[in-house]
């Protein structure tokens, strides 16, 4: 793991030390999980299947299932 350093607001700095004391974990993790948290909401994410669902069969005049068979929805699952 790589160290940096960077420059911060007094009030950042004493918000990220009384959440350090209060969860009982260093300042670097407090830090490092804010950082995380907000790099994954700005990243954007591939549409899972479940979130266009309703969409599905929405499209008239394509093959029918053609989004399904492709991503091997309805496929059988070996145990």
């Given at each position: 793991?790589k160290?940096?350093?960077?420059?911060?607001?007094?009030?950042?700095?004493?918000?990220?030390?009384?959440?350090?004391?209060?969860?009982?974990?260093?300042?670097?993790?407090?830090?490092?999980?804010?950082?995380?948290?907000?790099?994954?909401?700005?990243?954007?994410?591939?549409?899972?299947?479940?979130?266009?669902?309703?969409?599905?069969?929405?499209?008239?005049?394509?093959?029918?299932?053609?989004?399904?068979?492709?991503?091997?929805?309805?496929?059988?699952?070996?145990?």
């Amino acid at each position: 793991m790589k160290t940096l350093t960077v420059r911060l607001p007094e009030p950042l700095v004493a918000g990220i030390a009384e959440e350090s004391r209060r969860r009982k974990i260093s300042e670097s993790d407090v830090v490092r999980e804010r950082l995380e948290l907000a790099w994954r909401k700005r990243r954007p994410r591939a549409a899972s299947l479940n979130a266009i669902a309703d969409l599905i069969g929405s499209v008239d005049g394509l093959p029918a299932g053609l989004y399904l068979r492709s991503s091997g929805y309805g496929k059988k699952r070996s145990r």
